[in-house]
Each structure stands twice: as structure tokens, then as C-alpha cells.
Nanobody, 114 residues
């Protein structure tokens, strides 16, 4: 069955970095564009970044542009989100999703606090 498993979240201080991973299985990972979303407490889920199936094009929310980098390794069926210069406003549960399907991971918590 389809599985998306996020990892790499944690508690960091403002200005620090984290690298999230999404491990995919149960489908042909290289055939699908992928997305990272996040949901902060009391807020709607927000699209963070998108990457094409072969990784040749990416898009970012204005709030993370220049700080976050989405990437993927189709040989390892994994996707990553490198997050730099984190701020408290980045605190949220981060989810990976297959763009064309309603397939979501369980999420990983990112907390940015001093």
C-alpha cells in the first residue's frame, strides 16, 4: 500500500536549520510531482513547496522562498525539504503529499523557539 513517512522534525532555535525527509513506498515515486505542506496550530494547511516528478522544476510559497529548498532522489524514493533561517512562524506540522493523489504522510512536527 501507499506509504509516505516524514521524518527530521524537531525543536530548534530561530536562525537554525532542519532537513525534513519523506520516504515513499507502494507506488512509482518517480512518476509523480510531490509537495510539502504545513499546518500551524489554529491555521489552515498551507502549501510550502512543489517539485516535479523528475526534479527539474520547483515552486515555493512566498513565505519560505530563499530559505527552503525542496529536492528529491528518485533512486531512493525520497523527498527532502532543507529549511534554513527558521523563524517561530515556521512552527507547524509538515506533511508530504503526492500532487495528483490524495496521499498524505502522517506529518512531522517542527518547532522553532528560543
Amino acid at each position: 500500500q501507499v506509504q509516505l513517512v516524514e521524518s527530521g522534525g524537531g525543536l530548534v532555535q530561530p536562525g537554525e536549520s532542519l532537513r525534513l525527509s519523506c520516504a515513499a513506498s507502494g507506488f512509482t515515486f518517480s512518476a509523480y510531482a510531490m509537495r510539502w505542506y504545513r499546518q500551524a496550530p489554529g491555521k489552515e494547511r498551507e502549501l510550502v513547496a512543489t517539485i516535479t516528478s523528475v526534479g527539474d522544476s520547483t515552486n515555493y510559497a512566498d513565505s519560505v522562498k530563499g530559505r527552503f529548498t525542496i529536492s528529491r532522489d528518485n533512486f531512493k524514493n525520497t523527498m527532502h525539504l532543507q529549511m534554513n533561517s527558521l523563524t517561530p512562524e515556521d512552527t507547524a506540522v509538515y506533511y508530504c503529499k503526492v500532487l495528483a493523489k490524495n496521499w498524505w504522510g502522517q506529518g512531522t512536527q517542527v518547532t522553532v523557539s528560543s
